[in-house]
């Protein structure tokens, strides 16, 4: 694609894979940006970026590098960890799958099993890759069971037809509470609808990294895809946990989905810092943290299909950096915002009069597609609409409005960037996770933050095991270690 050389030159447009960044909203001029780009030499950002596709132990406490970029190398160059090439293992899954999506034939649908980031991947590209105009698909219903909540298992089993359903059951563990639980009441549903163990065992399949914790509920080992410890869960996509995709819309569409993000990796590898769009991206919150010391950040792409998008960024960017204490164990002075967003023309409607006129600046991040999403006789004329209002929105973030009426003033000077995707298909679904994959990890640099543990997620469920006890047996909580006063009088009341 060629750039409008006065905008290039001006500093303000970017590209990678066909993916435009316009960053002319977010105020930053040349000298801060030459400060910018010292400041990320100084955090030896190139360094990282080399380490991380190197397989260097990154997850530093966890002793474990974070390879998920070996799982979209579809150029197979060799990636190695320990002195071992990981690409044969990581060949072979791409093969079983292919395999899987000839064979499944008849199947009217899928519960896949997961949750965080067993879920939020393959959900979020299964939901956008369905806008697509005339993409092909095999039929099948792909169900998604996260939530502990039987409701949205009870919605699930209402419409599956068990003699023709499949089961994915995906947990790096295979000791995930919410997933065993609820896999263990699919398997019911299935022992009631009449299926026998045979019939039910051919129905299960896994991706974990605990093979015989699956075989031992009852999965053959020939429906386990492996699962490896340096893949962490919210990078998984590329990996068996995006397996919905390929049998849903083909091993060749899952193929395009990889190539995009591959695209984006290969383009963080080589572009000076300057030109690379992950890190201009991170640098843009960084600053906008440095001057106003922003709480908070936004993410609204103009598009429908994309609106399971910010709930997946959510975990990305809130996992990985949400963090008060930096790899050394010292408090940072920045770390992960708060991030929400939602689909574009319905946010304007909700929460934009806040980032319009609230107290708080709150970068935005708008994500527009260049097509419409569908062959309708409307279609270019409502596209036209939705581009405009993004556009509309930018420039009014960005300026803002004087007037003697305060109430009908608008301050202005609300950062934005834009991304422009020429089209949304898997290769550009694939870049688009990638370069936000990429820039997440590199505030985590720019912090010190390690991007790829997740501690804090784990004194909750510690707790929640005594408490589950105590609702389960009725009895009256007296406060103790486990369970503090205010929770023992909260359980009581459910108790009474």
Not at 108 to 113: F, M, N
Not at 179 to 203: C, F, M, P, Y
Not at 317 to 340: I, L
């Amino acid at each position: 694609m060629s750039l409008n050389p006065a905008l290039k030159q001006a500093n303000t447009l970017f590209c990678a894979a066909d993916i435009v960044l316009d960053d002319a909203y977010q105020g930053i001029n040349a000298k801060s940006w030459k400060s910018l780009f010292a400041q990320a030499r100084r955090a030896n950002l190139e360094g990282f970026i080399f380490d991380l596709f190197a397989g260097k132990p990154v997850n530093q406490s966890e002793n474990r590098p974070a390879l998920h970029a070996a799982l979209r190398n579809l150029d197979k160059k060799p990636v190695l960890l320990d002195g071992k090439d990981v690409m044969p293992a990581v060949s072979e899954v791409w093969r079983r799958i292919e395999g899987l999506c000839n064979k499944w034939v008849g199947i009217t649908d899928v519960i896949h099993i997961g949750i965080g980031g067993s879920d939020f991947g393959p959900r979020l590209a299964i939901e956008a890759l369905a806008h697509i105009p005339d993409i092909e698909t095999r039929g099948m219903r792909m169900h998604f069971l996260a939530n502990i909540d039987t409701a949205e298992l009870a919605r699930i089993l209402q419409r599956a037809l068990p003699h023709s359903t499949r089961v994915i059951i995906v947990s790096k563990s295979f000791t995930t509470l919410e997933t065993t639980k609820n896999a263990k009441a699919v398997v019911r549903w299935l022992k009631d609808s009449g299926r026998t163990e045979s019939q039910i065992h051919n129905a299960l399949f896994a991706v974990t990294a605990n093979v015989p914790a699956a075989k031992e509920f009852g999965v053959k080992e020939d429906n386990i895809f492996p699962f490896w410890d340096w893949v962490g869960g919210r990078y998984s996509v590329w990996s068996a946990v995006g397996l919905p995709i390929a049998l849903q819309y083909g091993f060749e569409t899952f193929k395009e989905f990889l190539a995009g993000a591959q695209a984006i990796d290969q383009h963080y590898q080589t572009a000076p810092l300057e030109e690379n769009l992950p890190v201009i991206m991170a640098l843009t919150l960084l600053y906008q943290q440095q001057k106003h010391h922003i709480k908070s950040f936004a993410v609204i792409p103009y598009a429908d299909a994309l609106d399971w998008f910010p709930k997946w960024l959510q975990q990305l960017d809130m996992e990985s950096n949400g963090k008060s204490v930096d790899r050394d164990g010292k408090p940072v002075k920045f770390s992960c915002p708060v991030v929400f967003g939602s689909s574009g023309n319905n946010a304007q409607h909700s929460y934009f009069q806040l980032l319009h006129q609230g107290t708080e600046v709150i970068p935005i991040d708008f994500i527009a597609i260049r097509e419409p999403m569908s062959h309708l006789p409307e279609a270019k004329e409502h596209h036209r609409i939705l581009l405009s209002n993004c556009l509309a929105q930018a420039q009014a973030l960005a300026n803002g409005k004087q007037t003697d009426n305060p109430n009908n003033t608008y301050p202005g000077k609300r950062p934005s960037n834009l991304l422009i995707l020429p089209k949304l298909n898997a290769f550009y679904l694939g870049a688009l996770l990638s370069l936000y994959e990429n820039r997440t990890t590199t505030l985590g640099a720019l912090w010190n933050i390690n991007s790829f543990d997740q501690p804090g997620v784990e004194l909750g469920k510690v707790l929640a095991k005594p408490i589950e006890a105590a609702l389960r047996n009725k009895d009256h909580v007296q406060a103790d270690d486990n369970i503090d006063a205010i929770t023992a009088a909260r359980i009581n009341l459910f108790n009474s």
